[in-house]
């Protein structure tokens, strides 16, 4: 019956504990946020990662908050706030990241 919630707390659980390893991660290369693709150069590694951390660490405790509608014994149609609450969490992140993150750490600021 709690299957689904708790697959949904799995994966957050490993949102947060990727932004606990990126955080206090002492390796002098910077994480990548985008799946594939280099990461810009960076003026601050440690602070760049330390951000980038945090940013994963909300995700997934705010990931895990919108999996409650998944609870057994709650409305079907709470489903929805799960789906547009995920849909919108991430685009938020995306335009953290793109406007916040990247904007302070670029080494090359003309970009």
């Known amino acids: 019956m ?10 957050s659980a ?6 606990i390893y990126v955080m206090l991660s002492t390796r002098e290369v910077a994480f990548g946020f985008w ?4 990461v810009f150069p960076v003026e601050d ?17 705010v ?13 079907a149609g709470y489903i929805v706030i799960t789906i ?9 992140v995306m335009v953290i990241y793109v406007t916040v993150i990247e904007k302070k750490y670029r080494k090359d600021k003309n970009r």
């Open 63 to 75: 990931f895990a908050l919108l999996g409650i509608p998944l609870l057994p014994g709650l409305d």
């Open 35 to 38: 799946a594939n693709a280099k």
């Open 14 to 19: 490993a949102f947060i504990v990727l932004g």
């Open 2 to 11: 709690y299957m689904g919630f708790i697959i949904w707390l799995a994966v």
């Open 84 to 92: 547009l609450g995920s849909l919108l969490e991430a685009i938020a």
């Open 45 to 61: 590694v440690k602070g760049y990662n330390r951000a980038v951390g945090k940013l994963w660490c909300v995700f997934g405790c």
